[in-house]
């Protein structure tokens, strides 16, 4: 399986992009790169996914590179709600595996 | 999106005891999935549970100390048999959402096991 890094920790200032990167430099060709985050006390919650093409929700923007070793997780106007920790994974055959995550504090 | 429930929230749990976790969907779905979150760290897949079939179980798991029902197709329930200290942790359960999107869950809420 496809591992996956992420920094420990970042900060974004409120209503300011919060840009997340995340490397997967083993993915495969058929594997998607999955975010998910959880806020505290509370159970994950799906983001947004993508294979090759960048792509947009009303949640987030996920921009792959094309090569695929890595990714950026775009929240354009953080707000101190979005404070969580943020997982990028790879998926392979519906098998979630999360990594350390990354965890966004948005200071006021 | 589905709506999942667990009960209980939280427990605390004396050593060699067992505490069953229930896990309840407001709609069919058919796999169901169960995690561990240790103090501090990230979601480690438990079992996966099918309505109608054994749970597969992840490695470092065994169905003894974690054993699994799937009575219906909106219904699990996690055993942790045994416990010790080192079970304390939150337990979750996810389901696939059904939109069609593969790898999208939805998780319950969660149930903060602490064991004495």
């Known amino acids: 399986d496809a591992k996956t890094t992420q920094p420990t920790s970042m900060d974004c200032a409120e209503g300011r992009a919060a840009n997340l990167p995340c490397n997967h430099s083993?993915?495969?060709?058929?594997?998607?790169v999955y975010w998910y985050r959880q806020i505290h006390s509370q159970g994950p919650q799906y983001i947004i996914h993508?294979?090759?093409n960048n792509e947009t929700n009303e949640m987030a923007s996920l921009i792959i590179t094309e090569d695929r070793k890595s990714s950026t997780l775009i929240l354009p106007h953080a707000t101190l709600r979005d404070t969580a920790v943020y997982y990028c994974?790879?998926?392979?055959?519906?098998?979630?595996?999360f990594g350390a995550g990354t965890r966004l504090t948005v200071k006021p | 999106s589905a709506v999942i429930s667990q009960k209980p929230s939280r427990d605390i749990c004396q050593r060699g005891t067992s505490l069953t976790i229930q896990c309840q969907v407001d709609?069919?779905?058919?796999?169901m999935f169960w995690y561990r979150q240790q103090p501090g760290q990230s979601l480690t897949l438990i079992a996966t549970?099918?309505?109608?079939?054994?749970?597969?179980?992840e490695s470092g798991f065994v169905i003894d100390k974690f054993p699994i029902s799937r009575p219906n197709l909106t219904f699990s329930t996690l055993t942790v048999s045994n416990l010790s200290p080192e079970d304390s942790s939150i337990y979750l359960c996810?389901?696939?959402?059904?939109?069609?999107?593969?790898?999208?869950?939805?998780f319950g809420p969660g149930t903060r096991l602490t064991v004495l």
């Open positions: 549970a099918n309505q109608g079939s054994e749970a597969t179980y």
């Open positions: 709609s069919q779905v058919t796999m």
């Open positions: 993508g294979l090759k």
């Open positions: 996810s389901v696939e959402s059904g939109r069609g999107i593969v790898g999208e869950q939805f």
């Open positions: 083993t993915i495969s060709g058929n594997e998607y």
């Open positions: 994974i790879v998926l392979n055959n519906n098998d979630m595996r």
